[in-house]
């Protein structure tokens, strides 16, 4: 069975659109993220979210908006779509604790990625 | 804040051959250092960790690292590589109490040749 699995694995889209990308992990983990990993493979958070709450929040625009449904589940929404989005984006999960959430100490594991290509 | 520095950008290596992949990180107190590799097309597989005991790190595929201190380096070791080893390798580091984000390297990729 799949630890994390993000759906689409490929998504390729015009300029100004609004897009969503999913991520389940089946770990029992309390923790999630979403990294974003650019052209030059630099891996970067984006956003944590610990029992569905938001903990890091990383100078993101605010055209990014993640939703956690419940623990298992967080979901990225993009609207208006730039060519600068162009990435791999990468979601995770870890234990982590309750008054947790930031992930500095924790295992993550990560799902496969989803390749966005804006047109 | 911490930061990690993998000054090695691309490495090729014959197969068999002996590989070790530098790291090296800047906090002031005791980091939590993580070494993932990311195959072609794939997410990150956690490797190995180093939180506190001996420095000397185990862990899977054959890796081992070895934290040192006085070098704020944690470089990643491997006896004889395999061509399936060939992926981007990446060095991270976490702050104690989780009070900030895991950092990552900028990765290094590892060719590996016949």
């Known amino acids: 069975d799949t630890a994390v699995s993000q759906t689409p694995k490929y998504l390729v889209t015009q300029m100004g659109n609004d897009k969503s990308i999913k991520c389940e992990q089946n770990?029992?983990?309390?923790?999630m993220y979403w990294y974003k990993q650019d052209s030059k493979k630099f891996l970067k958070i984006m956003f944590s979210?610990?029992?569905?709450?938001?903990?890091i929040n990383e100078t993101v625009p605010n055209r990014f908006s993640p939703k956690s449904p419940d623990k298992a589940h967080l979901n990225l929404h993009i609207n208006s779509l730039e060519l600068g989005d162009s990435a791999v984006y990468f979601c995770?999960?870890?234990?982590?604790?309750?008054?947790?959430?930031?992930?500095?100490?924790?295992?993550?594991?990560f799902g496969p990625g989803t390749r966005l290509t804006v047109l | 804040a911490q930061s990690v520095t993998q000054p090695d950008i691309h490495i090729t290596v014959s197969e068999g051959a002996s590989l070790e992949l530098r790291c090296n990180y800047s906090?002031?107190?005791?980091?939590?250092l993580f070494w993932y590799v990311q195959s072609p097309g794939q997410g990150l597989q956690l490797l190995l960790k180093?939180?506190?005991?001996?420095?000397l790190v185990q862990g899977i595929k054959g890796f081992e690292a070895e934290f040192k201190r006085s070098q704020s380096s944690f470089n990643l070791r491997k006896p004889s590589v395999h061509w399936s080893d060939a992926a981007e390798y990446f060095c991270?580091?976490?702050?104690?109490?989780?009070?900030?984000?895991?950092?990552f390297g900028k990765g290094t990729r590892l060719s590996v040749i016949a």
């Open positions: 995770a999960s870890s234990q982590g604790s309750g008054t947790s959430g930031r992930g500095g100490t924790d295992t993550q594991y």
């Open positions: 770990l029992g983990h309390d923790t």
């Open positions: 979210y610990n029992n569905k709450e938001l903990i």
């Open positions: 906090y002031g107190a005791t980091p939590y």
């Open positions: 180093y939180f506190s005991g001996d420095t």
């Open positions: 991270a580091v976490g702050a104690g109490a989780g009070n900030t984000p895991l950092v």
